[in-house]
């Protein structure tokens, strides 16, 4: 099977250049008069030395356009997130219009195979959806994408990033908690990458951490920022503003808030430590009025992610977006279509990396086994739209209509054999049968069968990713790592 990855995209825009403009001018305007608060001195101090203006007792920062521009330029058009197979096959090239997509999190609950109930994550969920993920071809990377509820606070991260490592060799991305979690996930993967330069060659962790929507970087994101970028690991700083809640009820106000939060957290890391590779990111989503809460599956989501990534694209930085997701608390058909609508939305606007794009449901309260399954197969027929329609003389097929000609067919023909295999989408998980050998087969449903892949990969025997020579010194020097997790 074909398998597609980091193609082009950017056939769908849903801003103009003219939009794009007033956005960029707009968000230079917020900088300059409002400002964004520092709540971390050490961040502030960074703002000040770089020739912003800086109030000590509001820890607002106020910006010219010119220094805001000057900033975000200091950081890298093109990262590359590296997988540890041997061919390089895993890598994920981000920048640009190149599309890559697969899980997000983080994930409190968990949905087993061929359930409708949900139970609370423990980190043993975090290595089986490693192994489903390592399995899944059209799912790209691996995001962490449950929080554990069986292990402190304190070893939340390397406990997270432990259990992925072992068992999945594709890209392991995950939002970080304690700084010390930051250095001691470091600490392991230089480990398994050989040493620190080897690490920082070919960086196969990143990080994620969060400004606050409107306008503010707070203690916490701010330390766990500067540690990533200090220590030259790509970093994520995605932001969530909530239209009616956290930002203007409007598609093109909160994508002004998104902008200037998450060019702030790039500005962070590249005062903090310029170059660092770093991704703009956008979470971005709308409020159900009714009450108030965050909404998953609207198709507001892709229509605001796809308008970022042009964003991004015109800062000429890495993309960090959002879509896949639903508000359906079962794997059903809303599930398939409000996950499918955004999946394909923003992966022809050629955003670079989609997380959340495979495996969430409620909310994205809840990470189900079986809809990984099944975004699978929309992730597949996603990239397949990404790629597009090649149009020259071979697939024109001119001679093969001359040969045929009127009444003929194309069964038989070599034109047919040579791109039967590479022209469609072939579906691993759709039935496609006729009625009745769908009945003998047991008249199943798309559900059922991706219960079925989850069943076949999860009953399998475990593959430590890992050599034993690493597990057993990662067991030793690491504190606070299930030992399980390296068995």
Known sequence: MKIRKGLQGGSYKPLSQEDIGRIHQTSLEVFAEIGIQVNFPAALELFAAAGA????????????????????????????LCGRDPEGEHDCEIGGTRVYMGTGGTALNVQEP???????????????????????????????????????????????????LNRTEKHVMGGVYTVEGVRNVIKMAEMIAGSPEALRRRPFISMVTCPISPFKLDESYGELTMEAARNRIPVVVPTEPLCGATAPVTLAGNLVVQNVDSLAGVMLAQLTNSGTPCLYGCISSITDLRDLKYLAGAVEMGLMN???A??????????????????????????????????????????????????????????????????????????????????????????????????????????TRRFMRQEHYKPQLSDRDNREPWALGGSLTARQRATARCREILDAPPRSILPE?????????????QSFLME
């Open 53 to 80: 203006k800086v109030d000590r007792e509001t820890s607002i920062v106020k910006m010219s356009g010119e220094l805001v521009e000057r900033i975000v330029s200091q950081a890298p058009p093109m990262i590359n």
């Open 114 to 164: 061929g359930s409708t109930e949900i139970r609370r994550s423990q980190t043993r969920d975090i290595m089986d959806m490693a192994r489903m993920v390592e399995s899944l071809d059209n799912i790209h990377f691996y995001m962490l994408n449950v929080y554990p509820g069986d292990v402190s606070v304190e070893d939340v991260d390397v406990n997270r990033f432990g259990a992925a």
């Open 306 to 308: 796809a308008g970022a």
């Open 310 to 415: 042009q964003m991004a694209q015109f800062y000429r930085l890495p993309f960090y977006a959002t879509a896949g997701m639903t508000d359906s608390k079962v794997v059903d058909a809303q599930a398939g279509y409000e996950s499918a609508i955004t999946s394909v939305l923003v992966a022809l606007a050629g955003a670079n990396f989609i997380h959340d794009a495979a495996g969430f449901i409620e909310f994205c309260l809840t990470a189900s086994f079986d809809k990984l399954v099944i975004d699978n197969e929309i992730l597949g027929m996603a990239m397949r739209a990404v790629e597009g329609i090649r149009v020259d003389d071979e697939t024109l097929a001119l001679d093969e209509l001359k040969k045929a000609g009127p009444g003929g067919q194309f069964v038989t023909s070599r034109h």
């Open 469 to 481: 020579e690493v597990r057993q010194r990662i067991k030793a020097e690491i504190p606070g790592l």
